[in-house]
């Protein structure tokens, strides 16, 4: 079946540790996107990308990093620079950037911890 | 900028009850309107959408109409049911990218 695998479920980080989380989808989508959720709320988007090699900061950027070096991946690293890493980490991707009417398909998320 | 107000919850109801979340949004133009929900633990799954005005999306009996003059997007199911747990998540899209911005989230809890 096709989808979007994150990995790992769960992550734990200990003060001043980078971590990378896997995002890996069979889709064939152009765009990919990361989103934080914090408990209670809503999404909001960290960064996306529309194609290989090309990638845009979302609203809420700082202190994570992106490379999407393949149509099918794109991890995203949390960085000792995000202060408040603790979240529910979710991974979509759609079919293009272009036109607002196509879906987003989500992977089931890694919650990231610190420790 | 573009926002979605959703009506806190949690929503309480018993199975066989009428369910309505009340989702209303802010936006230029006519963006595409989105329902997605949340299993405990999941990521979100998409319920339904509509893409211009008077357009009625329908999944799993769940309805929502795209109304242009109150921009609303209100989430209704006839009978819910225990299975119906969840949060539900109204969201928008703009031409010119695809990049959705999310309400709050309503979490519904639906009791035998």
Redesign the interface.
């Known amino acids: 079946d096709g989808g979007?695998t994150?990995s790992p479920k769960y992550l734990f980080r200990k003060e001043g540790q980078n971590v990378t989380l896997s995002c890996e989808q069979n889709l064939n989508h152009d765009?990919m996107?990361w989103y934080r959720q914090d408990p209670?709320?809503?999404?909001?988007?960290i960064y996306?990308s529309q194609i290989v090699n090309d990638f845009q900061k979302?609203d809420i950027a700082e202190g994570y990093s992106v490379s999407r070096e393949k149509k099918e991946s794109f991890p995203l690293t949390v960085t000792s620079a995000q202060k408040n890493p603790t979240a529910f980490y979710?991974c979509?991707s759609?079919m293009?950037?272009?036109?607002?009417?196509?879906?987003?398909?989500?992977?089931?998320?890694t919650r990231l911890s610190i420790l | 900028g573009n926002s979605v107000t959703q009506m806190e919850g949690p929503v309480t109801l018993s199975e066989e009850a009428f369910l309505t979340i009340n989702c209303t949004y802010t936006a230029t133009g006519y963006p595409s309107l989105f329902w997605y929900v949340q299993y405990p633990g999941e990521g979100l799954q998409l319920l339904l959408k509509a893409t211009k005005a008077d357009d009625k999306g329908s999944n799993k009996g769940f309805e929502a109409t795209y109304r242009k003059e109150t921009t609303s997007f209100h989430l209704e199911k006839g009978s819910v049911q225990v299975s119906d747990s969840a949060v539900y998540f109204c969201a928008l899209s703009k031409a010119a990218g695809n990049k959705l911005t999310f309400g709050g989230g309503t979490r519904v809890l639906v009791k035998p």
């Not at chain 1, 209670?40 to 988007?45: A, E, F, S, T, Y």
């Not at chain 1, 293009?96 to 998320?109: K, M, R, V």
């Open positions: 979007i994150q765009a996107y209670g709320q809503g999404l909001r988007l996306y979302g979710l979509a759609s293009s950037l272009q036109g607002s009417n196509q879906p987003q398909h989500f992977g089931d998320g």
